[in-house]
């Protein structure tokens, strides 16, 4: 899911550049519809944290914020390799971080 919302992004700014976008972008059905892929992405965490797969540390609405805002780089990235990098590192932010040995 991730990687698609990350790939929209760059291909809208390949297509249209990033200053019509952000135009395009600035509405309140827009804002309405960040804000439920916020909550999707948030429900997501949830999940995945009570699975044991995703980091439980941090509040859920915040890592959904960061993934939001760390694949909004998309735009900016050169090649489609580039941004599923992006994604894989933004994922690696979402996981439960090793434990650490206590010897």
């Given at each position: 899911?991730?990687?698609?919302?990350?790939?929209?992004?760059?291909?809208?700014?390949?297509?249209?550049?990033?200053?019509?976008?952000?135009?395009?972008h600035g509405g309140?059905h827009?804002?309405?519809?960040?804000?439920?892929?916020?909550d999707?992405?948030?429900?997501?965490?949830?999940e995945?944290?009570?699975a044991?797969e995703?980091?439980?540390d941090?509040?859920?609405?915040?890592?959904a914020t960061?993934c939001?805002?760390?694949l909004?780089a998309?735009?900016?990235?050169?090649?489609?390799a580039?941004?599923?990098?992006l994604v894989t590192?933004t994922?690696a932010g979402?996981?439960?971080?090793?434990?650490?040995?206590t010897?």
């Open positions: 899911m991730l990687e698609a919302y990350a790939l929209m992004q760059h291909s809208v700014a390949a297509a249209h550049g990033t200053e019509l976008t952000a135009l395009l309140a827009v804002q309405h519809a960040h804000d439920q892929l916020r999707f992405i948030q429900d997501l965490v949830i995945g944290a009570a044991g995703l980091r439980d941090v509040a859920p609405d915040e890592l960061f939001l805002h760390a909004s998309a735009a900016a990235l050169p090649s489609v580039a941004v599923r990098r590192v994922l979402l996981r439960t971080p090793p434990r650490r040995s010897s």
